[in-house]
């Protein structure tokens, strides 16, 4: 095969694990996906990392699929995906993004586009709240959870509009 003798009945070619892919490719920054990696020589792996960080867990299904299970994240990132054996580490040629609610900076701007700002930022709005004192045209004057947070994706971010 095309990974040493991964099927003989030594079930060891002398080369290192390999990744050939892996599915999804994104998931929340809360973790908890389930990954499944393909490739080869992965009879022998020690362990999964994503970036710098372990897998949740992860199984060895066969000599060419691993089930991972995502870690959390503290934010919004792209890592590489590595498969740790006694015979070397196999690094995926692509990202595994982990995906959240970026709480935008919205503070001074007209609702619409303050609206429109958090769906971009991965949160979805939440209540819009009018201070008492409020006048055309609303402008945001608080945002709740605090801009720059990190949280799972689809959280709703309140606005405080006068």
């Given at each position: 095969?095309?990974?040493?003798?991964?099927?003989?009945?030594?079930?060891?070619?002398?080369?290192g694990?390999?990744?050939?892919?892996?599915?999804?490719?994104?998931?929340?920054?809360?973790g908890?996906?389930?990954?499944h990696?393909?490739?080869?020589?992965f009879?022998t792996?020690?362990g999964?990392?994503?970036?710098a960080?372990?897998?949740?867990?992860?199984?060895?299904r066969?000599?060419?699929?691993?089930e991972?299970?995502?870690p959390?994240?503290?934010?919004?990132?792209?890592?590489r995906?590595?498969?740790?054996?006694?015979?070397?580490?196999?690094?995926?040629?692509?990202?595994f993004?982990?995906?959240g609610?970026?709480?935008?900076?919205?503070?001074g701007?007209?609702?619409k586009?303050?609206?429109?700002t958090?769906?971009?930022?991965?949160?979805?709005?939440?209540?819009?709240?009018r201070?008492?004192?409020?006048s055309?045209?609303?402008?945001?004057?608080?945002?709740?959870?605090?801009?720059?947070?990190?949280?799972?994706?689809?959280t709703?971010?309140?606005?405080?509009?006068?």
């Amino acid at each position: 095969s095309a990974f040493g003798d991964a099927g003989g009945p030594s079930g060891r070619g002398g080369t290192g694990p390999a990744i050939v892919g892996f599915s999804p490719q994104e998931g929340p920054i809360g973790g908890g996906t389930v990954v499944h990696i393909s490739g080869g020589g992965f009879e022998t792996a020690t362990g999964v990392t994503f970036g710098a960080r372990q897998a949740a867990s992860f199984e060895v299904r066969s000599p060419n699929l691993i089930e991972a299970v995502a870690p959390p994240m503290p934010r919004g990132v792209n890592v590489r995906i590595h498969v740790a054996a006694p015979s070397g580490t196999a690094t995926a040629n692509r990202d595994f993004t982990f995906i959240g609610c970026h709480v935008p900076r919205v503070r001074g701007a007209k609702v619409k586009r303050a609206r429109r700002t958090v769906v971009e930022a991965g949160c979805k709005v939440g209540r819009v709240k009018r201070a008492r004192t409020a006048s055309k045209p609303l402008r945001v004057v608080g945002v709740s959870p605090r801009p720059g947070t990190w949280a799972e994706p689809g959280t709703a971010v309140d606005l405080l509009v006068r």
